[in-house]
């Protein structure tokens, strides 16, 4: 069989909701050598720096902003 360039994969990956979603993996090639390989979302979920909640942002955060306003 012969190998051949392939143009793109898709690959669903589990992170850890409190983790940050990184723009580069670690993958070991068949030869058992490291390779990073950049990663392209199709859709990455907006994060809140401050409160760690998905779907808005920090300047959003309602959270943020009721400890401002006491």
């Known amino acids: 069989m012969e190998k051949s360039k392939v143009g793109y994969a898709r690959l669903l990956i589990g992170e850890d909701i409190g983790m940050y979603l990184s ?3 670690d993958l070991i ?3 058992g050598t490291l390779q990073k390989q950049e990663v392209f979302y199709e ?8 409160g760690k909640m998905f ?3 920090e300047k959003d955060c309602k959270e943020k902003n009721m400890i401002k306003q006491v």
Do not use: Q, R
Request: net charge positive.
């Open 23 to 25: 723009d580069k993996i």
């Open 29 to 31: 090639t068949e030869k």
């Open 43 to 50: 859709c990455k979920p907006i994060k809140c720096t401050h």
């Open 55 to 57: 779907g808005h942002s």
